[in-house]
Structure formats: structure tokens, C-alpha cells
């Protein structure tokens, strides 16, 4: 089946640094990708729609200058936590669409844990 | 608005018996797709099903099997004989045609524990 990898793993940062996610599609192209942000014991929310070679769609309540997205590639999209604060301490969960087709199923990473200190 | 709701937090149960979680959804949509993952402790996201809002057939694979039923908007989900490797945090979630096509609204989540 098809893999998204993500990277890093785990993160833990001072605050007010940046952190950045990639999220890579290994065995197939992407054309678009989401960023998922997931709170302990709460559920995953949608924080952008990332489309290779143009801007990020970014859900209501996400601060575009605070989260940067880019999708350079069609197999790469990064997500940048600018000046991180203790808040964004999360679960960031990418997912790539595969040939963007109806109906075709989204490929979830493993997740990034961020803990800003 | 939320625009799928499970309502079970958490279910407890032992090891062997059925286990079935409630999903309610709404959309406008006609076209939508309907999904079930699994999330253990390692965070990493299962996927379980996909489900066409024009197929309303049950299915069944395994010990997991679901119900769909558009007339009451609900997609349930039964473990049979539940295992202790079936505790995890189950999520339904809804992705609608007239939004942007793969964009996922989850529901808050069922904590599953299964006990010995």
C-alpha cells in the first residue's frame, strides 16, 4: 500500500524557535496533502490543505503566518511551527491524497510529536 | 457545527465480547465518503473502511463489521469477540463532495478499552 512518512518523529524545542515537519509521499505523487493537529485526548483537526505549486489552504482559526506550509514537490510538503510556544505543543498528523481522484483514500503519516518548552 | 458525532467517550468491556460504536453524521451533501480508523497508543492513524454515501450495503471483515443506514445518518461499527489488541481510539469521520475532496471531519473519538 502506499507510505507517508514523516519526519521528524518527535521534536522537543525551546520556545519562541522554529520547528519544521515534512511530510513525503514515498511511493506515490501527491498533489495535495493536509496537516492535521490532534491535542492529547481530543481528535484530529484540519489545519491546511497544502496543493503542490500553489498556497496552502489554511481552516478557520489557523494563523498562516504562524503555521507556514509549502508543497515545493509532489511528494514533499513541510509545515513550519514559527516562534513555537508552549501551546503548540501537539500531535501533528500529515496526509497525502493520492492522484487526487474522487474518492480516492487519504495516506496518514506516523505523526509528529511537538513539545515546545 | 460538528458534522459527526460519536457520542460513546470510552467503552470498557472484557476480552470476547462484542463491541459496537455509534457514528452520526450530517451533511447536505449526496456525495459523500464515510471512514472508520483506528488509533493505538503509538498514535499512528489504522485505516479500517470507506464507505460511498450511494453504497449502503453493510460489510463485514473479520470481527469488524458496519452499518450503514442514510435513513437514521449513522455508519456504526461492531467488533465481534473483542481482543485486547482492538483497545485503541476509534474515529469516524466524514469527507463531503462540495468541500474540498479528501478534507476529513473526525469525530471526537471512542476510547476502546478491552480488558482480560
Known amino acids: 500500500g502506499a507510505v507517508v512518512s514523516q519526519h521528524p518523529s518527535r521534536v522537543i524545542c525551546k520556545s519562541g524557535t522554529s520547528v519544521k515537519i515534512e511530510c513525503r509521499s514515498l511511493?506515490?505523487?501527491?498533489?495535495?496533502m493536509f496537516w492535521y493537529r490532534q491535542f492529547p485526548k481530543q481528535s484530529l483537526m484540519l489545519m491546511a490543505t497544502?496543493?503542490?505549486?500553489?498556497?496552502?489552504?489554511?481552516e478557520q482559526g489557523v494563523e498562516k503566518d504562524k503555521f507556514l506550509i509549502n508543497h515545493a514537490s509532489l511528494t514533499l510538503s513541510t509545515l513550519t511551527v514559527t516562534s513555537a510556544h508552549p501551546e503548540d505543543s501537539s500531535f501533528y498528523i500529515c496526509?497525502?491524497?493520492?492522484?487526487?481522484?474522487?474518492?480516492?483514500?487519504?495516506?496518514f503519516g506516523p505523526g509528529t510529536r511537538l513539545l515546545v518548552l | 457545527a460538528q458534522k459527526v458525532t460519536q457520542a460513546q467517550t470510552e467503552i470498557s468491556v472484557v476480552e470476547k465480547e462484542d463491541v459496537t460504536l455509534d457514528c452520526v453524521y450530517e451533511t447536505r451533501d449526496t456525495t459523500y465518503y464515510l471512514f472508520w480508523y483506528k488509533q493505538p497508543p503509538s498514535g499512528e492513524l489504522v485505516f479500517l473502511i470507506r464507505?460511498?454515501?450511494?453504497?449502503?450495503q453493510n460489510e463485514i471483515s473479520g470481527r469488524y463489521s458496519w452499518n450503514f443506514q442514510k435513513s437514521t445518518s449513522s455508519f456504526n461499527f461492531t467488533i465481534t469477540a473483542s481482543q485486547v489488541v482492538d483497545s485503541a481510539v476509534y474515529f469516524c469521520?466524514?469527507?463531503?463532495?462540495?468541500?474540498?475532496?479528501?478534507?476529513?471531519?473526525f469525530g471526537a473519538g471512542t476510547q476502546v478499552v478491552v480488558t482480560p
Open positions: 464507505r460511498n454515501s450511494f453504497d449502503e
Open positions: 511511493d506515490f505523487q501527491a498533489t495535495t
Open positions: 496526509s497525502a491524497l493520492r492522484g487526487g481522484t474522487l474518492g480516492e483514500t487519504q495516506y
Open positions: 469521520a466524514l469527507s463531503e463532495a462540495t468541500d474540498s475532496w479528501g478534507k476529513l471531519q
Open positions: 497544502s496543493n503542490e505549486g500553489s498556497k496552502a489552504t489554511y
